[in-house]
Nanobody
Framework: QVQLVESGGGLVQAGGSLRLSCAASRRIFSIRSMGWYRQAPGKQRELVAS???????NYADSVKGRFTISRDNAKNTVALQMNSLKPEDTAVYYC?????????????WGQGTQVTVSS
């Protein structure tokens, strides 16, 4: 069973920065996209940022200009650089790998890492 392992969460003051990283326990082939989602207490999980195999990116409006997603296809890793953090960015952040095999999509999820931004 493939596992995604996240790291880099923590507590930071508003205006600070954090970098999240996610790696697969073994190589996953045919990854269509990698992404980061977050879930705040009492809210639904939402997409923060995603990146395709060719490097096309997509960001939630709330993080545009502050967060940057990147991936290393050779290493099967994805990172999220978060700058100018705000208290409303506080949430559990999950990484996601979407594998496309003969048009069948398989989603892999990390266990989640807590990001807390104090005001």
């Amino acid at each position: 069973q493939v596992q995604l392992v996240e790291s880099g969460g923590g507590l930071v003051q508003a205006g600070g920065s954090l970098r999240l990283s996610c790696a697969a326990s073994r190589r996953i082939f045919s990854i269509r996209s990698m992404g980061w989602y977050r879930q705040a207490p009492g809210k639904q999980r939402e997409l923060v940022a995603s990146i395709t195999s060719v490097g096309s990116t997509n960001y939630a409006d709330s993080v545009k200009g502050r967060f940057t997603i990147s991936r290393d296809n050779a290493k099967n890793t994805v990172a999220l650089q978060m700058n100018s953090l705000k208290p409303e960015d506080t949430a559990v952040y999950y990484c996601n790998f979407a594998q496309n095999t003969y048009s069948v999509i398989t989603n892999y999820w990390g266990q989640g890492t807590q990001v807390t931004v104090s005001s």
